[in-house]
T-cell receptor, first 115, second 115 residues
Framework: EAGVAQSPRYKIIEKRQSVAFWCNPI?????LYWYQQILGQGPKLLIQ????????DSQLPKDRFSAERLKGVDSTLKIQPAKLEDSAVYLC?????????????FGPGTRLTVL | AQSVTQLGSHVSVSEGALVLLRCNYS??????LFWYVQYPNQGLQLLLK??????LVKGINGFEAEFKKSETSFHLTKPSAHMSDAAEYFC?????????????FGQGTTLQVKP
């Protein structure tokens, strides 16, 4: 079974530029998560999708971040415009169902550096 | 609100020695608890999870953790450390039942294994 795929793996941009990340979850997984992991900290949930609907985006800075999951499969996360404090690893995860005990499987992440 | 505290941001052990990584949680109801491992430039991999079936949970690579409700703890142990165990370890909490599945992570503990 293929794991969660993410691209690109690394991205370096200047502040105020825009950037987009892509995630392909494990086949058949209905729930998709985007986490932000700042250096030295644990991951923090940005947004959660159940199929193509948003379940939780309470921690997403909506003035600059947006995400979509068209057709309930792949997802993209966009930042526009980027700030220095957005430098982090962006992790995508998926789970078979939306449940507190369901295992989340993580992709390798996209490391973003904002200069 | 739920929270997780990992005591010790860095733990160093000798190869063959006992590994003990500490995790305490704050939750008003019994939660679901997870330990994930992250190797450099990789995503998070599940080591084990507690879902109220048994208080002693065995995971991959010889790791285990014990859920102690009275101490609100879920410490991770391994009897004998191996060089390949050097990585960052995250404790996370989810729940209660019916929760969306959002994981709340601790800040992580870096395990160093000395030869």
């Amino acid at each position: 079974e293929a794991g969660v795929a993410q691209s690109p793996r690394y991205k370096i941009i200047e502040k105020r530029q825009s950037v987009a990340f892509w995630c392909n979850p494990i086949s058949g997984h209905a729930t998709l998560y985007w986490y932000q992991q700042i250096l030295g900290q644990g991951p923090k949930l940005l947004i959660q999708f159940q199929n193509n609907g948003v379940v939780d985006d309470s921690q997403l800075p909506k003035d600059r971040f947006s995400a979509e999951r068209l057709k309930g499969v792949d997802s993209t996360l966009k930042i526009q415009p980027a700030k220095l404090e957005d430098s982090a690893v962006y992790l995508c995860a998926s789970s078979r169902r939306q449940g507190a005990s369901d295992t989340q499987y993580f992709g390798p992440g996209t490391r973003l550096t904002v200069l | 609100a739920q929270s997780v505290t990992q005591l010790g941001s860095h733990v160093s052990v000798s190869e063959g020695a006992l590994v003990l990584l500490r995790c305490n949680y704050s939750s008003s109801v019994p939660p679901y608890l997870f330990w994930y491992v992250q190797y450099p430039n990789q995503g998070l991999q599940l080591l084990l999870k507690y879902t109220s079936a048994a208080t002693l949970v065995k995971g991959i690579n010889g790791f285990e953790a014990e859920f102690k409700k009275s101490e609100t703890s879920f410490h991770l142990t391994k009897p004998s450390a191996h060089m390949s165990d050097a990585a960052e370890y995250f404790c996370a909490v989810s729940g209660p039942s019916g929760n969306t599945g959002k994981l709340i992570f601790g800040q992580g503990t870096t395990l160093q294994v000395k030869p």
